[in-house]
């Protein structure tokens, strides 16, 4: 068995046509591939967000979602949630939920490597304490969801263009949705 990390390549209509290795997709012309991105609450309702690593090849030392990852091959996707909030952040979670399962994007980052990803985005709850890799985050904040709606909305070039993408089609950083009986 390889220790390589594979990331699942995908056709125009997100169905699977191989593999590659991960450390071999991100560039300048990125294949479609499969992603997913979570974000973590805690008990009194706030998430976690995190900066990315100043290491990472992508978007480094921005403020994103809680974690992020590629589940590997024939790899069940709320099974690579826990794999990888336990790997970045050394994190167990509870009531896993997926709650956009379309959701795709392309962008690129300033020094020319394109993310180009269908990224099924998960909701989870914390369960016991926070171990992050310094590898993988370079700071962490639990924080009011409104108040990341705000800052994403004010400043959102210090945030990952999936977080910016991801924020207005989520019901947990929706106030009013929030507030409702």
Known sequence: MSDVEQVVLL???AG???????????????????????????D?????????ALSKQTWPGVWTNTFCGHPGPGEDLEAAVHRRARVELGLALDDVTLTLPDFR??????????????????????TGPLHPDPDEVAEWAWVEP????????AAPWAFSPWLGLQ??????????????P
């Open 11 to 13: 056709d125009e209509r």
């Open 16 to 42: 699977p046509v191989g593999t590659a290795p991960k450390s071999t997709v991100h560039g300048a012309d990125t294949p479609l591939h499969l992603a997913f991105s979570c974000h973590v609450l805690d």
């Open 44 to 52: 009194d309702g706030r998430v976690l967000i995190t900066r990315r």
């Open 105 to 126: 994007y392309r962008a690129v980052d300033a020094s020319g490597v394109v993310e180009n990803e269908v990224c099924p985005v998960f909701v989870a709850h914390a």
């Open 146 to 153: 409104s108040d990341v709606a705000a800052a994403v909305s």
């Open 167 to 180: 924020v207005p089609r989520l019901a947990l950083y929706d106030t009013a949705a929030r507030a409702a």
